[in-house]
């Protein structure tokens, strides 16, 4: 399995010959200016939620790719009426995909669109492949309901937001990777916007102190799972 960041909560994660995009926000994210959009492959479009950030490009790659969404219920047939192909799945849900099971977990956040309406309720994923499995947070805050994940899957990574403000920051995250009994960590959802800048050395060695790796990529940097 083969993670690139692309900057914000942008995910593009390779999964045998499948590429699977997660909440694309590239074209209003000055710091990805360097990702060219028109490149951008995909077979499926994982959303957490319904939020700007995550949804922005999501319409233009549809378009280049037919790609498949899968998100909340009302997430997917906000796109299914726009004449866009989706899956809709739903909390404590799984479901087999040809790269691998997806299952949609609490998030502790909300979920809007961008014009106020209702973008159902956030999750995040944890993916079940072959070789490896991630849990993908989402936007949220620390909850009691990551205790669930490792009853469910034993992950290999566990990429968390660590910006605080609008979800944990990194004690919580800590504490979250704890709870979901993962030792090697992504970082993403920091430094995009003034709210959620960090210390990134200080972030890594709150991770060293428990013994654990956060790893923080640069947008397009690459990570094997
Ligand atoms: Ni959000
Ligand atoms: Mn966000």
């Given at each position: 399995m083969n993670i690139t960041f692309l900057g914000h909560a942008s995910l593009s994660i390779e999964i045998d010959n499948y590429t699977i995009?997660?909440?694309p926000f590239i074209t209003g994210n000055p710091?990805?200016?360097?990702?060219?959009?028109n490149g951008i492959k995909a077979d499926y479009i994982l959303l957490t939620h319904a939020h700007q950030d995550h949804i922005l490009d999501v319409e233009v790659i549809v378009k280049q790719t037919n790609a498949i969404i899968v998100s909340n219920y009302e997430i997917v047939t906000h796109y299914q009426k726009l004449g866009y192909k989706g899956h809709p799945i739903n909390h404590g849900g799984n479901w087999t995909f040809d790269f691998g099971t997806v299952k949609y977990v609490n998030a502790v956040h909300t979920s809007s669109?961008?014009?106020g309406s209702y973008g159902g309720q956030p999750g995040g994923f944890v993916i079940q492949s072959k070789s490896k499995n991630i849990y993908i947070a989402g936007d949220t805050a620390l909850t009691y309901d990551m205790k669930l994940i490792p009853l469910h899957a034993k992950l290999d990574l566990a990429i968390l937001p660590i910006g605080d403000n609008f979800t944990m920051g990194i004690n919580d995250a800590v504490i979250a990777?704890?709870?979901?009994?993962?030792?090697?960590?992504?970082?993403?959802?920091?430094?995009?916007f003034e709210y959620i800048e960090i210390n990134k050395e200080e972030a890594i060695k709150a991770f060293k102190n428990k013994r654990k790796q956060l790893k923080?990529?640069?947008i397009g940097q690459s990570i094997t799972v």
């Open positions: 995009l997660v909440d710091k990805a200016s360097h990702i060219d959009i669109f961008p014009d990777s704890d709870f979901v009994e993962c030792d090697t960590i992504l970082g993403y959802h920091y430094d995009t923080l990529l640069d």
